[in-house]
């Protein structure tokens, strides 16, 4: 579903409307088909009732430059974000203050010109690079099928880059799936100097093979996510679960669920990496527009403040701002 008449099933009282909220991984983008993700349809999700003062863009191969190097072209999508990040600075709403964008890191040392040029372009927001480590196995089974190759956090140049980008001050966002943890546990052990966020929980499936296997699939991701959870350098972004391809069947319903639904069905996945990184290594995100095609944004915040509804003030701020405006080093008033 996903769609704004399916979305608009869902009416909800905002829970604590006041949490001030740093929405640390969301998607731009516009498509040839019309189904565009701009600032207006940000924002139209952004101030539906929650206190979202800032967000960081991530990357999602938008507006590639059409000409030119390879190695050069996702240079256009930050300077796409760039217009749409000054526009939010003039509408009263959600600012846009952050950018991960796209390198190839394979380049080696030599992608200090892309970050360079990242930079120069960011309008002072660039923060980071993700290069995703998404390699799926059975691409056929999946919504949205990570392309990367099956080996990439093994491969010497891709290390060489993560390490070169560490060493500019730039952070490393990365996505991949549950069976994929323990090669990213390497991965941070092997560039313990680059700042890295593990995006949506490390992806545990939960479609085609991997539907009938959800409790050994937890129980293995609850071992790998401690361990990862011991690397300083990795912080955790919990969100990002309500894709098709996790499997919750949310997409497929006469409607969208409610928050206690949400809630009771995602609480041990948060909860356990909580518990493991900490509040203070943890970030709470929408992935809208992806997370958007199983629940409206208003419910997956209102389901995320019950889910930590017990923990300190401190804590619930740390989660939902503060560690957000830390790592990818936003000002926040």
């Known amino acids: 579903m996903g769609n704004d008449e399916w979305l608009a099933l869902s009416i909800e009282d905002i829970v604590d409307p006041n949490q001030k909220i740093i929405d640390p991984h969301h998607h731009l983008w516009r498509r040839a088909d019309g189904n565009d993700y701009v600032l207006a349809n940000l924002h139209g999700d952004t101030m539906s009732g929650h206190n979202i003062v800032q967000s960081v863009f991530v990357e ?17 999508e930050t300077e796409f974000v760039a217009v749409q990040a000054e526009a939010s600075e003039q509408t009263g709403g959600t600012v846009i203050t952050g950018i991960v964008a796209h390198a190839d890191l394979t380049l080696g040392d030599a992608v200090e010109e892309v970050l360079t040029a990242h930079e120069a372009l960011g309008g002072g927001r660039f923060r980071g690079i993700r290069h995703a480590g998404a390699h799926a196995e059975f691409p056929e089974a999946l919504t949205i099928a990570g392309r990367a190759p099956a080996n990439l956090y093994q491969n010497a140049d891709f290390r060489t880059g993560l390490k070169k980008l560490g060493q500019m001050g730039y952070s490393f966002d990365t996505w991949h799936y549950h069976y994929q943890n323990k090669s990213f546990l390497d991965l941070a052990k092997a560039c313990p100097d680059t700042q890295m966020i593990l995006d949506h929980f490390g992806t545990p499936l939960g479609v085609g093979p991997y539907a009938s ?19 300083e350098n990795v912080v955790a972004k919990i969100g990002g679960l309500a894709m098709p391809d996790n499997g919750f069947g949310w997409d497929k319903q006469e409607r969208p669920p409610t928050s206690d639904e949400f809630a009771e069905a995602q609480r041990e996945y948060y909860l356990h990496t909580i518990e493991c990184f900490g509040p203070d290594r943890c970030m709470f995100e929408s992935n809208f527009p992806v997370d958007r ?7 997956l915040y209102n389901g995320l403040k019950k889910i930590v509804k017990d923990f300190t003030e401190a804590e619930k701020d740390a989660m939902f701002f503060g560690t957000a405006a830390r790592i990818y080093r936003l000002s926040v008033q």
């Open 213 to 231: 296997q959800k409790q050994a699939i937890k129980k293995e991701w609850k071992k790998d996510i401690a361990a990862i959870a011991e690397c």
């Open 60 to 76: 999602c191969h938008a507006e590639y430059r059409a000409d030119g190097p390879e190695h050069l072209k996702p240079l256009g």
């Open 293 to 299: 095609m199983s629940l409206p944004y208003h419910v």
